[in-house]
């Protein structure tokens, strides 16, 4: 996955992605606003999640 990868969860539940891992997991979580998270990784890349993994409509 590259780096600041958007990962947007659009399925019918909150399992597709596992925030839970990523809480455990991140070196650091910086909130950029109140709906959107990004969380650095051990190996340097970094992940942007919205909405904290819930589902999200486009």
């Given at each position: 996955m590259r780096d600041m990868a958007i990962l947007c969860?659009?399925?019918s539940g909150?399992?597709?992605i596992d925030v839970?891992?990523?809480k455990?997991?991140?070196t650091k979580i910086e909130?950029?606003?109140?709906?959107v998270d990004i969380y650095h990784?051990?190996?340097?890349?970094a992940i942007i999640l919205?909405?904290?993994?819930r589902v999200i409509n486009l």
């Open positions: 969860n659009i399925g909150q399992t597709e839970a891992w990523l455990v997991n991140a909130n950029l606003n109140p709906h990784l051990p190996n340097g890349r919205p909405a904290d993994g």
